[in-house]
């Protein structure tokens, strides 16, 4: 079955750093192009962040300099390393595929990152 | 940075049609793509390249673009259609994801 899973969200306090995963199974992560979408709570979605399959990478304003993303293809799992993380990073980090640059065609469930003291 | 604006409601009778709009600056010249999601779950992609329906999505379901506005079109609504429905972009000018402010439709 094609999907994405995600994991590793929790409670951070501000300031603090925290590495969410996505792994996928049915496709290969390498071959497709990889994004991180947020949504604060109540809001709406927000790109984050995107490798491709070259390896070049892209992040939004909001995040650059403080997220990274990767990818280990020998476990086919895409990461998001968060740092000097701030309340308003706190959403629900979405994993997306793109079979092109322009769309997502799938998304994982989802996972909650909260940034409180 | 490019914005894409869509209303924030729409209501709609069932099996009554409904039009949602995401209006942007020169959108016509850009592929829209749509995603519905409904309470607690992941987006889904329902439209893509303005006008196109991955497989699984109905035809009830469609897409169209031109001059100011892209519209996503849902005739013959059902309760199940009740949901908040995103539009999209890829600018390419800026390299950015851009999505539209959202849209919440309600089945009366």
């Known amino acids: 079955e094609v999907q994405l899973v995600e994991s590793g969200g929790g409670l951070v306090q501000p300031g603090g750093s925290l590495r969410v995963s996505c792994a996928a199974s049915g496709f290969i992560v390498s071959s497709d192009y990889m994004y991180w979408v947020r949504q604060a709570p109540g809001k709406g979605l927000e790109w984050v962040s995107a490798?491709?399959?070259?390896?070049?990478?892209y992040y939004a304003d909001s995040v650059r300099g403080r997220f990274t993303i990767s990818r280990d293809n020998s476990r086919n799992t895409l990461f998001l390393q968060m740092n000097s993380l701030r309340p308003d990073d706190t959403a629900v980090y979405y994993c997306?595929?793109?079979?092109?640059?322009?769309?997502?065609?799938?998304w994982g469930r989802g996972t909650l990152v909260t940034v409180s003291s | 940075s490019y914005v894409l604006t869509q209303p924030p409601s729409v209501s709609v009778a069932p099996g009554q049609t409904a039009r949602i709009t995401c209006g942007g600056n020169n959108i016509g010249s850009k592929d829209v793509h749509w995603y519905q999601q409904k309470p607690g779950q992941a987006p889904v992609l329902v439209v893509y390249?303005?006008?196109d329906r991955p497989s699984g999505i109905p035809e009830r379901f469609s897409g169209s673009n031109s001059g100011k506005t892209a519209t996503l079109t849902i005739s013959r609504v059902e309760a199940g259609d009740e949901a908040d429905y995103y539009c999209q972009v890829w600018d390419s000018h800026s390299d950015n994801y851009v999505f539209g402010t959202g849209t919440r439709v309600t089945v009366l």
């Open positions: 390249d303005d006008s």
């Open positions: 490798i491709f399959t070259g390896g070049n990478t």
């Open positions: 997306a595929r793109g079979k092109v640059n322009w769309y997502f065609d799938l």
